[in-house]
């Protein structure tokens, strides 16, 4: 990508990456800690061993799913399982607890490198726009990745209960991106979506971000190259394997 970056920038066109947010350039990992570790400090009693047991996970290991989460904790009972999913729902779809998303390995190096090579950040996020746009803008900046008007643009699903993959693949977002220079590469931790942005820019390259992604997903297409995290992305894709 870098590669394709300089030479475009060198031609006078303005290329655009884009970038999913969750399990993309962010681990969501430490924002499910955090709030498990705040609900379980008052219910020891009631899930003996679970708080020791947050405490102790590593981030970047947890299941997709919540209730895989709570079944590890010993959160099993209908009752329970309605009462912990409240309260992590509000905080996790919340402003306030954005900022323990931690940075993805060797992500806020490779932005920057896009963005001094020429590059517009496009950040193209499932995240409702009117609930998480605040918040999402606030840690993109702290943690330093590149954010200055004209080169970072954040894109946020404007309707709630709409897929991201249709959100991401509409006419309507392709517009937007289109508007802003040539698309040169594409990363997303969901295979549904790398699909449907590999279609709508069937030009650049699109990169599968292997990390964690929803259940019953569809297989990634054919070609696109996978990656664990971005010290995988230095070398334009030549460590990257190919989908089987």
Same mark, same amino acid.
Request: charged share 30%.
């Given at each position: 990508m870098l590669s394709e970056?300089?030479?475009? +920038?060198?031609?006078?066109?303005?290329?655009?990456?884009?970038?999913?947010?969750?399990? +993309?350039?962010?681990?969501?990992?430490?924002?499910?800690?955090?709030?498990?570790?705040?609900y379980l400090r008052t219910r020891k009693e009631r899930f003996p061993g679970a708080l020791a047991k947050v405490l102790a996970w590593k981030t970047d290991e947890?299941?997709?799913?919540?209730?895989?989460?709570?079944?590890?904790?010993?959160?099993?009972?209908?009752?329970?399982?309605?009462e912990a999913k409240h309260f992590w729902v509000?905080?996790?779809f919340s402003n306030d607890y954005l900022h323990h998303d931690l940075p993805i390995a060797g992500a806020i190096a490779y932005l920057k490198a896009l963005e001094r090579a020429g590059s517009v950040i496009v950040y193209? +996020?499932?995240?409702?726009?009117?609930?998480?746009?605040?918040?999402? +803008?606030?840690?993109?900046?702290?943690?330093?990745?590149?954010?200055?008007?004209?080169?970072?643009?954040?894109?946020?699903?404007?309707t709630k209960g709409l897929?991201?993959?249709?959100?991401?693949?509409?006419?309507?977002?392709?517009?937007?991106?289109?508007?802003l220079g040539t698309v040169v590469g594409i990363f997303d931790?969901?295979?549904?979506?790398?699909n449907e942005l590999q279609k709508s820019f069937p030009d650049a390259m699109t990169v599968f971000l292997d990390t964690?992604?929803?259940?019953?997903?569809?297989?990634?297409?054919?070609?696109?190259?996978?990656?664990?995290?971005?010290?995988w992305a230095w070398i334009d894709g030549a460590r990257a394997r190919s989908s089987r």
């Open positions: 970056t300089r030479r475009l +920038t060198r031609a006078g066109i303005r290329p655009v990456n884009i970038f999913d947010l969750d399990a +993309t350039i962010f681990d969501a990992g430490g924002r499910h800690k955090q709030i498990m570790a705040e947890l299941p997709y799913e919540i209730d895989a989460m709570f079944e590890d904790l010993g959160i099993r009972s209908s009752e329970d399982r309605k509000k905080r996790f193209l +996020t499932g995240r409702n726009d009117a609930q998480l746009r605040s918040g999402s +803008t606030r840690v993109l900046e702290q943690v330093g990745f590149p954010m200055a008007p004209g080169t970072g643009v954040l894109l946020m699903n404007p897929r991201d993959s249709a959100f991401k693949g509409g006419e309507e977002v392709r517009g937007r991106i289109q508007a931790n969901e295979p549904g979506n790398v964690n992604h929803s259940p019953g997903a569809p297989p990634v297409d054919r070609g696109i190259p996978w990656i664990k995290n971005f010290r």
